[in-house]
């Protein structure tokens, strides 16, 4: 399968071009950026070609991998599955219901293969407690704390324009919620409070009225820093395991899924439906937080 990678910040150099230019089924086809000198850089590391035009990359490829702000990832997802492209995209899908939902439709329409990067959903350790989980059933409680602090001179996501200005609700509130909703099912209800460097507290309640609890920052004081989540019920207390941090890994993963779903293989769990779903929960979150009032959820969007 031929991919074209878009997008040249942190995740196309430390995820996406790595794991492109290793994969033995993929084509590493070429990078567009929007900044030309950095696209270059970029493509030269893996022997690439860099693209000045999106369209033009766009036509020699048959799937995209995007590592771009929700923002910028939206309108171009969009293009490229109507342009019959399969989508490996970064999460969030996109900033709005529409925008997700529109996404959804064209790849629908045009029978294509989706995948969302939600990382550690990906490492098998994670994947087999999540499905395990799920199976058990009989839960009356879930917690996750995702809680990072990226705005020092060592981070590279810290020059993030997009996390400064959303927070931890849009960034790791997305890994937070592939985690539970696959085990506590559809949400209904969503409230929430934010406080100081970015201290975001969300309660979800689920359709099976099970209440989860989500704690997220990405400007978290470091000594407060931790990633922690676990399920509560009638099985006793499941912390969710550790798993090695391999983002290249990973996204081998989602390019494997990807190009066996292309071909006609399995579903994919992570896909694009699956990425719209949590943007609702997160539009209602930040609503909630905004309105200080709790906003319910069509649970059959």
């Known amino acids: 399968m031929r991919f074209g990678l878009f997008g040249t910040g942190p995740w196309a150099h430390l995820a996406h071009a790595p794991a492109l230019a290793a994969h033995p089924d993929a084509e590493f086809v070429g990078v567009w950026g929007r900044n030309p000198d950095k696209a270059a850089e970029l493509a030269g590391e893996h022997g690439v070609r860099a693209y000045a035009d999106q369209d033009e990359l766009l036509a020699d490829v048959d799937a995209i991998a ?14 490229a599955a109507r342009q019959g492209k399969h989508l490996l995209l970064d999460k969030p899908v996109a900033f709005t219901n529409e925008a997700a939902a529109e996404i959804v ?5 045009r ?53 400064k200005e959303s927070g931890g609700l849009w960034d790791v509130g997305p890994h937070a919620l592939a985690l539970v909703l696959p085990v506590l099912g559809p949400v209904t209800e969503v409230a929430g409070m934010a406080g100081p460097r970015d201290m975001t507290h969300v309660l979800l309640r689920h359709a099976s009225g099970t209440i989860s609890n989500l ?26 395991p550790d798993a090695p941090w391999s983002p290249t890994e990973a996204l081998g993963r989602a390019i494997d899924q990807l190009i066996a779903a292309a071909a ?38």
């Open 105 to 109: 439709a064209a790849v629908t329409e």
């Open 215 to 240: 704690t997220l920052s990405v400007d978290a004081p470091p000594a407060a820093e931790r990633e922690d989540a676990q399920f509560a019920g009638e099985a006793g207390v499941r912390p969710v």
């Open 111 to 163: 029978n294509l293969a989706s995948v969302v990067f939600f990382t550690r959903r990906l490492f098998p350790q994670i994947a087999d407690f999540v499905a395990d989980a799920a199976a058990t059933g009989g839960w009356t409680e879930a917690r996750v704390d995702h809680l990072g602090s990226i705005f020092t001179a060592d981070n590279p996501f810290g020059a993030s324009a997009w996390r």
């Open 66 to 79: 995007v590592a771009l702000p929700p923002g910028v990832q939206a309108p171009l997802a969009l293009k």
């Open 264 to 301: 006609g293989g399995p579903a994919i769990e992570l896909d694009v439906r699956f990425g719209a779903e949590v943007t609702a929960v997160l539009v209602a979150a930040q609503e909630a937080i905004t309105s200080g009032r709790t906003v319910a959820i069509d649970s059959a969007r």
